[in-house]
């Protein structure tokens, strides 16, 4: 051993002795380690959570933390996190309503494929997020401070601990010395917070997080995210010209809504040239549903959109899925024009639409553009005002049938009447949170959201997202009601125990209704869909079935002393929503509602 690693190994015995359990840990503070920088990163870039789930690869990172508290320095706010998942999906729920991106630690790979199904979400959904793991230390014989000293070190020495979560990142890496910590944390979340967003993942062993460095100063302001991008001129030229010919545009849009400013500029040119706005399989509230432009949304829906058959111009903004064309598309004759963050959909292997123009750009400020273009436009006022009569026609006729179907049963408790009980006891500010998946449109269309951030799915199809979901959002609109509306499969996907201790702990109340079918009807309905007369469509059961179902109300009262209740009777459920909302607003602890409709 060279005399420098004589010294290093001489130096980590002399700690052990020194932090011996009946000596006073506060008489050795720990010197400024790669842990400390990282914790440092992070305030910097404008964390303020670190949703984390401890593990032995988290020793420095632990250290660092109390030590920050114990003198007096600025840290994120550490939220414990029992299960993985819930930790990404809480940050994922923070991002979504503030646009801020979070920090989430995980232990080694384990910890990382804890949180599989809300890596795919954060992915899809494009959220800026940093997601930290250790990695099993890289020495074993007292070499370097922080060397492996537990069996589990050697389990848990993977080939390839990155390549768990390779294909979902939008950048990952491995920190090897604790002196570049900040730089890397900071190009991390620079390219995660970069259209189009994502995760980022970094590793780093403890020997990394462990390693006495020099303090290095960074100023953010060097490392923004890259600035958004506008159309082309002659592009916007010929897109401005084709919307003022055309007799029946048709705004598409799916995730719009993730900037609340675009929402505002979207509002604007439908007023400007009375063009349609159709929400598909949104992921946000992209325009205000009672707009007279706004003909409704569509999810899985197996008919034909009259709005989208009938446009001669369709502009797709923000969407991964505009249409699904096996039953639901545009004329052939239509022309079509997409403007996206992500218009290539380069993680999608099958992916595209016929459109004319494409183009890679920020759709706030496309539309801004478009509608300072129209200043020097030569705009005809009667054909504007028979789009607005047109479209007012069908959004009229949607908001007649929605209230067709809203109507009590006396029978059976549906999930429009469900629906419209929640959205009559709620403020127009509250906070929806939708996983229902096959109650997903039923709850999109009966919410009746008008305001940018306020409605919110998970983007993607990865389910339990909902419960960790309303935590991070209630702690980022803490003065906010958030109302969760989820199926009962989505509901046991998102740990109810878990989520339940942790809004209790966090003081993060919010009201949880349970669509109740007692199954997954989401298999039976594909199912049906593919073979609508084989064995299946005739057996009376298939395996999708929870009956009896569990106590899913009594599960957050047992981990959380959450209000549960279960509503069976049609009479009920509008004085149980009223009493839970109660409970959540007065005596701030969350509220569950187990209402049964029909058997799937």
């Not at 979070?102 to 959220?127: E, S």
């Not at 492996?148 to 890496?173: A, S, T």
Request: charge should be negative.
């Amino acid at each position: 051993m060279n005399n420098n690693g004589a010294s290093i190994f001489a130096r980590n015995v002399s700690l052990e002795i020194v932090a011996a359990p009946q000596l006073d840990p506060q008489s050795q503070p720990s010197s400024y380690t790669g842990a400390s920088a990282l914790i440092e990163a992070l305030v910097d870039a404008g964390v303020s959570y670190l949703f984390a789930n401890f593990g032995s690869d988290h020793p420095g990172i632990v250290e660092a933390l109390a030590q920050a508290k114990a003198t007096g320095k600025p840290a994120p706010k550490v939220i414990t996190c029992p299960n993985e998942m819930v930790a990404l999906t809480c940050a994922q729920g923070f991002v979504q309503i503030t646009g801020r991106a979070q920090a989430v630690l995980v232990h080694v790979d384990c910890g990382t494929q804890a949180m599989a199904g809300a890596i795919h979400n954060v992915a899809k959904c494009r959220v800026p997020v940093l997601i930290f793991a250790g990695a099993s230390p890289f020495t074993q014989e007292g070499e370097l401070k922080g060397g492996r000293n537990e069996f589990i070190h050697w389990l848990q020495d993977v080939p390839d601990q990155r390549g768990i979560l390779r294909g979902y990142m939008k950048y990952e890496n491995e920190l090897r010395t604790g002196r570049n910590i900040k730089q890397m944390i900071h190009r991390a979340l620079q390219i995660a917070s970069s259209d189009p967003k994502g995760p980022a993942y970094l590793m780093a062993a403890r020997e990394v997080l462990e390693e006495e460095v020099p303090p290095v100063s960074i100023d953010p302001a060097r490392w923004q995210p890259i600035a958004p991008q506008s159309l082309p001129e002659s592009g916007l030229t010929e897109l401005v010209e084709n919307l003022l010919a055309a007799k029946r545009p048709l705004v598409v849009t799916s995730y719009l809504g993730r900037n609340q400013d675009a929402v505002s500029e979207l509002v604007r040119l439908a007023d400007r040239l009375g063009v349609g706005v159709l929400e598909s399989v949104p992921n946000y509230l992209n325009f205000p549903s009672d707009h007279q432009c706004y003909v409704g949304q569509q999810g899985n829906e197996h008919v034909q959109n009259p709005s989208l058959a009938e446009a001669d111009l369709v502009l797709a903004l923000d969407s991964d899925v505009p249409w699904i064309p096996s039953f639901n598309k545009p004329a052939d004759s239509a022309r079509i024009c997409h403007i996206d963050i992500d218009p290539l959909k380069e993680r999608t292997p099958l992916w595209y639409i016929s459109a004319a123009q494409v183009f890679r750009a920020d759709c706030a400020t496309a539309l801004r553009q478009i509608y300072s273009k129209l200043d020097t436009a030569n705009i005809d006022p009667k054909i504007v005002e028979e789009r607005k009569a047109h479209y007012r026609q069908r959004h009229d006729a949607l908001v007649a049938e929605l209230a067709r179907r809203e109507q009590p049963h006396a029978d059976v408790i549906t999930a429009e009447y469900l629906t419209a009980c929640v959205r009559r006891q709620i403020d127009r500010d509250a906070v929806i949170v939708n996983e229902g998946i096959t109650n997903y449109s039923a709850i999109n269309n009966h919410t009746g959201c008008t305001k940018p951030g306020t409605r919110f799915t998970s983007g993607a199809s990865s389910l339990g997202w909902n419960g960790g979901a309303s935590i991070g959002m209630k702690l980022a609109c803490p003065d906010k009601t958030v109302v969760c509306l989820t199926g009962d499969g989505s509901y046991m996907f998102s740990v109810p125990s878990t989520v339940h201790w942790m809004a209790r702990k966090y003081q993060t109340p919010f009201l949880t209704v349970i669509y109740n079918n007692r199954g997954w009807r989401a298999p039976k309905f594909s199912m049906l869909a593919v073979h609508p007369q084989g064995y299946a469509s005739k057996a009376q059961d298939i395996d999708v079935a929870f009956d009896p179902p569990p106590d899913y109300s009594g599960i957050a009262a047992a981990s959380g002393g959450a209000f549960a209740k279960i509503v069976k009777a049609v009479d009920d459920v509008e004085p149980a929503v009223a009493e839970a909302l109660k409970v959540v607003r007065e005596e701030k602890r969350c509220a569950v509602l187990d209402v049964w409709l029909a058997h799937l």
